[in-house]
C-alpha cells in the first residue's frame, strides 16, 4: 500500500505517477477500469449494504432518506438532500462502471469496517486519519492487497447528493459524495448517464416522486 503519511502535501496526479511507476501489471489494471483523460470523472456511488455514519448512528445507504444528518470530514453532521438508487447492466455496464472491491483492513486496521463496494471513480483516502490525505478515485489502487475488480453482470449503485461536495464516512472510510451544485459541472456525463435525474431543474429533482427505487 502507499505511504500516505509521506505524501499529504501532494496532489493525485503525484500519487497517480507514483502508484504507476510500481509496475506495468499494475498499470493495465487500471487501464481496464478506466482511461486517463477520464481523471476528472466523478462518480460518487455506493452499494446498498454500506453503512454510512449519521447523527443516528451507522446506517444501510439504501435507507437514508432526504434531511437525515450524515457525518462529513470538515463540516460535521450535514443534510442529506437527494438520494437516487439505480441497477446498471448490460451495454451501460462498461469497465468505467464495473464496481470495485476493498476488502476489510485494506487501508489500515479496521478501515474499511467491512468489505467496500464501490464504482471505480470513487474517490476515497487511504489514510483515514490524516485530514491532509489526498483523495484518489478507489480505480487507481486496484491491483493492491485486498482491492480488485468485481466480475459481474449486473450492479445496483446508490448516489447520495449534499448541498456542497462532501466527504462522509461509509464503512469507516472517508469518501466522496456528490454536491447537486456540480449536477451541471465537468466530469458529470457519466454519473448523468446513469442518473439522468440530477440534470433536472432542483426544484424538479427535489420531488419526492423523482426519488427513484428501482
Not at 511507476?21 to 493495465?28: E, V
Not at 460518487?44 to 444501510?60: D, E, F, M, Q, S
Not at 451501460?92 to 471505480?120: C, E, N, S, Y
Request: with cysteine.
Amino acid at each position: 500500500m502507499i505511504d500516505m503519511q509521506t505524501r499529504t502535501k501532494r496532489g493525485a496526479v503525484d500519487l497517480l505517477d507514483d502508484i504507476v511507476q510500481r509496475g506495468d501489471q499494475r498499470d493495465r489494471l487500471r487501464e481496464v477500469q478506466f482511461e486517463r483523460e477520464a481523471d476528472q470523472t466523478h462518480l460518487p456511488c455506493l452499494t446498498p449494504g454500506l453503512r454510512v455514519t449519521t447523527r443516528n448512528g451507522a446506517r444501510a445507504v439504501e435507507d437514508l432518506v432526504p434531511g437525515e444528518h450524515v457525518l462529513t470530514r470538515a463540516n460535521g453532521f450535514q443534510p442529506l438532500l437527494w438520494i437516487g438508487q439505480r441497477e446498471v447492466s448490460g451495454d451501460l455496464l462498461t469497465p468505467a462502471l464495473r464496481p470495485i472491491r476493498v476488502m476489510r483492513d485494506a487501508f489500515a486496521p479496521g478501515v474499511p469496517k467491512r468489505p467496500l463496494v464501490v464504482a471505480p471513480r470513487v474517490h476515497v483516502t487511504t489514510h483515514p486519519a490524516d485530514a491532509t490525505a489526498p483523495m484518489v478515485p478507489v480505480g487507481w489502487l486496484v491491483g493492491d492487497t485486498g482491492i480488485e475488480a468485481v466480475e459481474t453482470e449486473s450492479v445496483v449503485y446508490v448516489v447520495l447528493a449534499f448541498e456542497a461536495r462532501e466527504v462522509i464516512q461509509v464503512e469507516g472510510t472517508w469518501v466522496e459524495a456528490h454536491a447537486l451544485s456540480d449536477r451541471h459541472g465537468s466530469g458529470t456525463a457519466m454519473l448523468l448517464s446513469v442518473f439522468p435525474e440530477l440534470g433536472y431543474d432542483e426544484a424538479v429533482l427535489m420531488h419526492p416522486v423523482n426519488r427513484d427505487r428501482t
